[in-house]
């Protein structure tokens, strides 16, 4: 035996991660690991090479890859690779995962019609469940009577207006260990998109909710990154708080994510004018990742103070590498992790807690009044 040499004991407290001797034996049957040396008293061995492939595995395993991934992306050696076979993996690995993801989104969204159904649309249920246990789905005619079952169950559309709430209470996960304000927050988000998937997404620093309240009472600037975002904001209640909407990229030609990227890109005036933004202020970001990059950028130098960041850009690689950035600085945030976002989520967060500071006036001849006299 080397001194150099490892137990496996050394070698999981070395790896860390949470890995255990159980699992590494687990690696080496799913052939992740190559099997090691053997002591003479036939202790597993393993060297400095182990301990970097173990390493390896545990990141990727702790970014999401499952273990069968993990295989596939091992086999490219470094030595040997190529980025294009590299690539190929990934692309391969990606289709896979997304096809497992779509067969699981049909699965959820049957489960959904069924649970998310209001009292109203139960009239049929417990015949429909009744009926479900005989049919056999795995044959075409099997097939066919689930969709019976679905007209059956769909005729009942016709006769009220969907009850969101109490849908989305059987549908949403346990949420009592949140604030009432989160769970509301979360609730529209929800809304917002049709995926109760994104609760799992979505990030709120713990200062989030108290540092919005306190700004938004205090009539706080509300900057956006484009006029779409600021078209789908609660202007009546925005303007009863007395807090001032500004557009960064102020062009009503811009209203996709792609156009909006591009203009930050090109005109430096709108990154000066997002350096000036008011002590206190609120900034939502819901379509340009690089303006996101920028705040992120432009909290790390000190040059703005926001009491708050919406930051729920669309994008798929500086989005979320701009997310995580968000997450790191120390400044209260409210998020969508991954490549999900968009300006109407943006706006829905803001909405939402906008919505927990001040009933909605009954009409908008409140908002003309408020108008009216702000011009006088």
Same mark, same amino acid.
């Given at each position: @035996? ?5 137990? !496996? ?14 699992? &590494? ?16 008293? %036939? ?14 595995? &545990? ?8 273990? %069968? ?15 294009? %076979? ?37 009239? @049929?249920?417990?015949? &429909? ?99 779409? &975002? ?20 102020? %062009? ?61 850009? !669309? ?49 908008? =001849? ?9 011009? =006088?």
């Amino acid at each position: @035996m080397k001194s150099s040499d490892l137990t !496996i004991k050394q070698l999981t407290h070395l790896v860390g991660g949470g890995l255990t001797p159980r699992m &590494v034996r687990h690696y080496h049957q799913l052939g992740l690991l190559p099997q090691p040396l053997r002591s003479r008293s %036939n202790y597993r061995l393993y060297t400095k090479k182990d301990v970097l492939r173990l390493q390896r595995i &545990v990141a990727l395993k702790q970014q999401g890859f499952q273990l %069968n991934h993990i295989r596939n992306i091992l086999e490219v050696e470094p030595e040997a690779d190529t980025t294009v %076979n590299l690539m190929g993996q990934l692309q391969q690995q990606y289709r896979a995962v997304m096809q497992q993801i779509s067969q699981l989104r049909q699965t959820a969204s049957a489960l959904e019609g069924l649970l998310g159904r209001d009292r109203h649309c139960q009239i @049929m249920q417990a015949e &429909v469940l009744a009926q479900l246990k005989l049919l056999d789905v795995e044959t075409q005619a099997g097939l066919g009577g689930l969709e019976n079952l679905w007209s059956g169950l769909d005729a009942e559309i016709h006769t009220h207006s969907e009850a969101f709430s109490e849908s989305l209470q059987r549908l949403l996960p346990d949420l009592s260990h949140r604030s009432e304000i989160e769970q509301h927050l979360i609730s529209q988000l929800v809304l917002a998109c049709g995926d109760v998937s994104l609760v799992s997404f979505v990030k709120l620093s713990r200062d989030a909710i108290a540092a919005s309240r306190g700004a938004l009472s205090a009539s706080c600037q509300i900057v956006v990154d484009t006029q779409t &975002v600021a078209a789908a904001l609660d202007q009546t209640r925005l303007l009863h708080l007395g807090c001032h909407i500004e557009t960064l990229i102020d %062009n009503p030609h811009i209203t996709t994510a792609t156009e909006a990227e591009l203009a930050f890109w090109q005109h430096r005036e709108w990154r000066s004018k997002l350096q000036q933004v008011s002590q206190g202020c609120v900034l939502v970001v819901g379509y340009a990742p690089s303006v996101l990059v920028e705040i992120c950028e432009a909290l790390a130098n000190q040059k703005i103070q926001p009491a708050l960041v919406i930051g729920m850009p !669309i994008g798929f690689s500086h989005a979320p590498a701009a997310k995580r950035q968000l997450m790191q600085q120390g400044i209260p945030f409210i998020t969508v992790e991954g490549t999900l976002g968009g300006g109407a989520l943006a706006a829905t967060a803001l909405n939402a807690l906008v919505e927990s500071l001040i009933d909605k006036p009954d009409c908008h =001849c409140y908002l003309k009044n408020i108008v009216d006299s702000a011009e =006088c």
